[in-house]
């Protein structure tokens, strides 16, 4: 049905940056809302960015101006460009329908905000 695969997560230092890369298959991607999600060590899975098919951003307020979501429609790609990182923003991300998620929740990438 539909996968998704994230990628660009790593270990960096408060006030560093990431690019999250989001590769969607298996769906109409560009008539859906994404998302990126978190989920960090002893928390449940909570949704922090949506970009809907419109063009519309919405975000967590513990990331406002600090995260930007966009989408690549032609190559089917999400991204979540993080700036000012926290120690607080360490956990595993994801990527899914903003919605309802669909399918299976992928592996994540790993963000880890500490020095």
């Known amino acids: 049905q539909v996968q998704f695969v994230e990628s660009g997560g790593g270990l960096v230092q408060p006030g560093g940056s990431l690019r999250l890369v989001c590769a969607a298959s298996?769906?109409?991607?560009?008539?859906?809302?994404m998302g990126w999600y978190r989920q960090a060590p002893g928390k449940q899975r909570e949704l922090v960015a949506v970009?809907?098919?419109?063009?519309?951003?919405n975000y967590v307020d513990r990331v406002k101006g600090r995260f930007t979501i966009s989408r690549d429609n032609a190559k089917n790609t999400v991204y979540l460009q993080m700036n000012s990182l926290r120690p607080e923003d360490t956990a595993v991300y994801y990527c899914?329908?903003?919605?309802?998620?669909?399918?299976?929740w992928g592996q994540g990438t790993q963000v880890t905000v500490s020095s």
């Open positions: 970009l809907t098919s419109g063009g519309t951003t």
């Open positions: 899914n329908r903003a919605g309802i998620p669909v399918g299976a």
């Open positions: 298996g769906s109409d991607f560009s008539l859906y809302a």
